[in-house]
């Protein structure tokens, strides 16, 4: 059975930091696509950042362009979301995925193979 797994979330004030991970198992990370989703009250959910098939480049949105950082480790088959400056607009559940399906986009959640189920971040001003 696959799963993944977010954790790392919490609260924090502005300015503040926090670092998501995202546990894989039943399948591993290897050079797939993987993205970080976010989604916030009342907002349909977006792409955060992503690592494209093969690693060889990043997605990351406008909004969070030099402030959070994608990464993977494939030995701990764990892809984590390095998130600073945070401020209140980025509060929302953060959802990771892995495995893009064919012919589908790295800014789609339901593209993605196998998707987590959350993890809560609050920023609070």
């Known amino acids: 059975q696959v799963q993944l797994v977010e954790s790392g979330g919490g609260s924090v004030q502005a300015g503040g930091s926090l670092r998501l991970s995202c546990a894989a198992s039943?399948?591993?990370?290897?050079?797939?696509?993987v993205a970080w989703f976010r989604q916030a009250p009342g907002k349909e959910r977006e792409g955060v950042a992503a690592?494209?098939?093969?690693?060889?480049?990043?997605y990351y949105a406008n909004s969070v362009k030099g402030r959070f950082t994608i990464s993977k480790d494939n030995a701990k088959n764990t892809l984590y979301l390095e998130m600073n400056s945070l401020n209140p607009e980025d509060t929302a559940m953060y959802y990771c995925?892995?495995?893009?399906?064919?012919?589908?986009?790295?800014?789609?959640?339901?593209?993605?193979?196998?998707r987590g189920q959350g993890t809560q971040v609050t920023v609070s001003s």
């Open positions: 995925a892995a495995y893009l399906t064919s012919g589908g986009s790295v800014l789609k959640f339901s593209d993605f193979r196998y």
């Open positions: 039943g399948v591993t990370y290897g050079s797939s696509s």
């Open positions: 690592i494209y098939r093969g690693g060889g480049s990043t």
